[in-house]
């Protein structure tokens, strides 16, 4: 079993920055995992990818944040971190950590708030 503890969220004004953090426990070793990404849910709306990273480190982004965010991770696996530059309102959301394991299935968090005030 593998869980995952967001935390870095709260209110910012536009333009300011955030670091979101992803601690996983549990029995991290023991899993194959291959890739691990940020998640986001805004007021009213699906849950939508944010930005991944693989094995390889090779890291994509959803169009909205690219430039402004950046995903990295440790090498064990055990911190994933989204770090969030100039955001803007839009980007108001429930933050997911999620990691992508190749035989047990996808490990989800439980989200941690971000509010962008204008």
């Known amino acids: 079993q593998v869980n995952l503890a967001e935390s870095g969220g709260g209110l910012v004004q536009a333009g300011g920055s955030l670091r979101l953090s992803c601690v996983a426990s549990?029995?991290?070793?023991?899993?194959?995992?291959?890739?691990a990404g940020w998640y986001r849910q805004p007021p009213g709306k699906q849950r939508e990818l944010v930005a991944r990273?693989?094995?390889?480190?090779?890291?994509n982004y959803a169009d909205s944040v690219k430039g402004r965010f950046t995903i990295s991770r440790d090498n064990l696996w055990t911190g994933v971190y989204l770090q969030m530059n100039d955001v803007k309102p839009e980007d108001t959301a429930v933050y997911y950590c999620?990691?992508?394991?190749?035989?047990?299935?996808?490990?989800w968090g439980q989200g941690t708030q971000v509010t962008v005030s204008s």
């Open positions: 999620s990691i992508q394991t190749r035989n047990h299935g996808v490990y």
């Open positions: 549990g029995d991290i070793s023991g899993y194959a995992i291959v890739a």
């Open positions: 990273i693989t094995i390889a480190r090779t890291t």
